[in-house]
């Protein structure tokens, strides 16, 4: 590996011998070293890389910002994290969630303290991230000694949904308002509240997220003019006709709210979702 940049006295950008660059990092590894010389494999103690060009820049420029064990500190993080998402999270998880944490242990530092607005609705529709984010800010409590703001394991649980979601951030946060609006027409349509810790619940919320997420990327899923399709939408409308209505109340939100539309096709997998938690919320409730 030959030395790309310096970046202090225990991290090095390095090239190895395909070209691919690398972080690498030990103690002392940068200490009276120069551009173009070779590195001691056995020197090195960690190497962080990015499969993509883009996400290893930004790898790059945030180790120049931020203190090393704050990295280290959250390659750790995410390996507990990992163990409990099954699903492959977006290697740029390392970087965002890095760089969040540490600006917000220097805020915290600093005594500034931000609220997430959004903090009931993330608990409440990403249950699973928001747990992983409060065993996050218990081991940066163990381990820095800070005690970041409760809200921060909200931030930290929309970091771990975008790397589930391959979104970006200001994505994640317009999702989650979405879900939000469209569980309150949904609940207002059938004259009910749902429970929002029943599998039920939990099932449906996962579909808005998909379907938010295609919603916003401006992937819907299209309508074909195949005639077996078309017979089944038919179909669906008709033979669910109570829920194909509360699903054009959701169009008309989405419409209103978001100017998008929904494709027929959406609207019959949503009307085949709401049937399915209207039908569980008659069992719970004895109607």
């Known amino acids: 590996m030959r030395i790309k940049k310096v970046i202090n006295n225990n991290i090095l950008c390095v090239i190895d011998e395909k070209g691919c660059e690398s972080i690498v990092t030990g103690r002392g ?40 064990d704050h990295l280290q500190l959250t390659e750790e993080l995410l390996a507990g994290i990992r163990a409990e998402i099954r699903q492959p999270l977006n290697e740029s998880l390392l970087i965002t969630l890095a760089d969040h944490i540490s600006f917000a242990i220097r805020r915290k530092e600093q005594g500034i303290e931000f609220k997430n607005p959004l903090s009931g609705s993330i608990l409440c529709y990403y249950p699973t991230e928001y747990q992983l984010g409060q065993r996050c800010l218990a081991q940066i409590r163990r381990q820095c000694g800070v005690e970041l703001n409760p809200d921060e394991a909200a931030f930290i649980a929309l970091h771990i949904v975008n790397a589930e979601l391959n979104t970006s951030m200001s994505e994640m946060y317009d999702i989650t308002r979405l879900i939000d609006g469209v569980v309150e027409v949904v609940e207002y349509f059938y004259q009910q509240h749902f429970d ?92």
């Open 196 to 287: 929002h810790e029943s599998l039920a619940f939990n099932r449906f919320v996962v579909h808005l997220r998909y379907f938010a997420q295609r919603l916003f990327q401006d992937k819907m899923m299209p309508d074909t003019e195949d005639e077996a399709d078309t017979a089944f939408r038919r179909m669906i409308a008709k033979s669910c006709a109570r829920h194909y209505k509360c699903a054009l109340c959701v169009a008309e939100y989405v419409r209103n709210t978001w100017k998008k539309e929904l494709s027929q096709e959406e609207l019959i997998y949503l009307t085949i979702h709401l049937k399915r938690v209207a039908g569980d919320l008659r069992k719970e409730t004895g109607g």
């Open 29 to 68: 590894l940068g200490f009276g070293r120069k551009v173009g010389q070779f590195v001691d494999p056995a020197a090195v103690e960690k190497t962080y890389r990015m499969e993509d060009k883009a996400g290893q820049r930004r790898l790059r420029e945030l180790v120049e910002q931020i203190p090393l």
